[in-house]
């Protein structure tokens, strides 16, 4: 298994759209970050998507991406999900809709914000079949395990997509280590974790709080996305143990 950071910023992404890079170097090419999601591919060939931001397009031509299996949504926050329209191109040429899966409320959400997708319209044909994720134990030859985790006072889903010889976890907009998490990401080989900034943050896990979740899941490899404008790449690899992995748009890793 593998997974791909298809994008590793937070939600203004590096630089913000003013051309503020704060204290990441313009001249250093892995700083640029568009709005987070990864791809989790199996020894098998199977595509997850995780998320649709509104960069999905700009990512999928990056990474040379032109199908997916299915796609699972962490919840429905604007840089999680604002790029679903995008996966109309990758509706063209199959038989019936893309698989989606979200927890009970994300699933209402989207439903409500994005009806078209999930039921066509005008004599176009559904994108998405969505599904809660309630009695989802395996898709496209993974198990998939999930919890709810707090994102503030909104909440957020956590992955982990699983095969016979590795696993691969997705903590992305927590803002505290539940049990639940404990238990999810226990011993997984790759957990790709929030980590917004180094100091604290009312809706995301800074840099210690990564560090401190990864420790405590006995992670063999722990990669920091949704890294803000202050976490310059050069910088916080030169401050991170040895095996903890600093993210960049495009970054693929092996579980």
Known sequence: MKVTLLG????????????????????????RRTRVAILVESEEGARLLVDT?????????????????????THDHADHCHGIDDLRALRYGRSGPIPGYGVEETVRRLRARFSYVFAGEHGYPTIVKLEALDR??????????????PHGPARST?????????????????????????????GVDVLVCDCLRREEHPTHANLAMALELGKRCGVRKLVLTH?????????????????????????QVAA
Do not use: H
Not at 53 to 73: A, H, K, M, N, T
Not at 140 to 147: D, F, I, K, Q
């Open 136 to 149: 989802l134990r395996l898709f496209a030859g993974l198990t998939v395990e999930w919890c709810v985790m």
């Open 227 to 251: 890294l803000d404008k202050s976490m310059d790449y050069r910088t916080l690899c030169g401050e991170v143990p040895a095996d903890v992995i600093v993210g960049y748009d495009g970054l």
């Open 8 to 31: 590793s910023g937070t939600s203004t992404g590096v630089p913000r759209i003013n051309g503020d890079w704060g204290a990441c170097d313009p001249e250093e090419p892995r700083n």
């Open 53 to 73: 931001p509104p960069d999905l397009r700009e990512q999928f031509l990056r990474c040379g991406i032109d199908s997916i299996d299915g796609v699972f949504w």
């Open 158 to 186: 956590g992955f982990r997509f699983g095969s016979d010889k590795s696993s691969i976890g997705y903590a992305t907009d927590f803002s505290e280590i539940t049990d639940g998490m404990l238990d999810l990401f226990d």
